[in-house]
Nanobody, 125 residues
Framework: QVQLVESGGGLVQAGGSLRLSCAAS????????MGWFRQAPGKEREFVAA????????FYADSVKGRFTISRDNAKSTVDLQMNSLKPEDTAVYYC??????????????????WGQGTQVTVSS
């Protein structure tokens, strides 16, 4: 099993940057693909970004392409989300999630096996 803990959320002005980190513990992190999702109040949880177990392939939601970058460090068992050019509509609780098998790149929340508890990102205008 994989335990995930997000960190790095906070308040940032529009146009600014923020880097989120997800620390994983367990015995199977390196075998999982990883994803970031977000959920704003009153809205469904939406896909943000994902990458395969070795970081070889990535996929981004259209809303964040060119602004967000997902990466992982298997030696540290972490996956990060670098967020640039932030907009107020990026405000949400951001969640880290893992999926097995790790070679599969998925964007559907129900396909993920393990979830962190989320970290709040607030972008002011």
């Amino acid at each position: 099993q994989v335990q995930l803990v997000e960190s790095g959320g906070g308040l940032v002005q529009a146009g600014g940057s923020l880097r989120l980190s997800c620390a994983a513990s367990g015995r199977s992190f390196n075998d999982h693909s990883m994803g970031w999702f977000r959920q704003a109040p009153g809205k469904e949880r939406e896909f943000v970004a994902a990458l395969t177990w070795n970081g070889g392939r990535t996929f981004y939601a259209d809303s964040v392409k060119g602004r967000f970058t997902i990466s992982r460090d298997n030696a540290k068992s972490t996956v990060d989300l670098q967020m640039n050019s932030l907009k107020p509509e990026d405000t949400a609780v951001y969640y880290c999630a893992s999926h097995f098998p790790g070679h599969t790149l998925v964007a559907t929340a129900s396909d993920y096996n393990y979830w962190g508890q989320g970290t709040q990102v607030t972008v002011s205008s």
